[in-house]
């Protein structure tokens, strides 16, 4: 909780060091830019074939990752990593769009301003990796993408800012 809130929340950062290689956080910026660019050129996958959706999908990660595979091959490894993913991602996909649920946007910067004791407020920012709607109903879901492994998300919820925000 502190780490997050002393650099997103206060936006102080740690002296980076240069690295000639591809890391974690990269590989996150990847996916989130991968999932945004297909999502938009393909609101939904329950219209295409499952082949189609994987070949599109597959195309976006390819041209995302291009230039990090250029720069370091090694970032193939990674590439490779998230295209293990795709299948079992469209699946997921497919089940929630069969929900009703509908892609809105991805990567959306927003601020929310939260009166506390007037004229005191809060003002809360930041970004949204997936906004999508039920189309009867008109619930939002909002998505926040973890290319972390589930237990080790799950153990440090105890402690994590980011989800109770959403909520």
Known sequence: PYRFFFFCM???NAVEEVTESMQKSDY??????ALEVFHQANPSVL????EQAENALSACVAAIFKEAIHAD??????RLRFKKQIKSYLKWQRKLEAEG???QYAEQQLTREIVVNAPYSVLLYGRIDREDVQQKSGEIALFDYKTQKADKIQKRLEDDIQLPLYA
């Open 10 to 12: 206060l936006r102080l």
């Open 28 to 33: 996150g910026q990847f996916v989130h830019r």
């Open 47 to 50: 219209k295409m074939k499952e």
């Open 73 to 78: 091959f090694l970032a193939h490894s990674w």
């Open 101 to 103: 649920f509908r892609f």
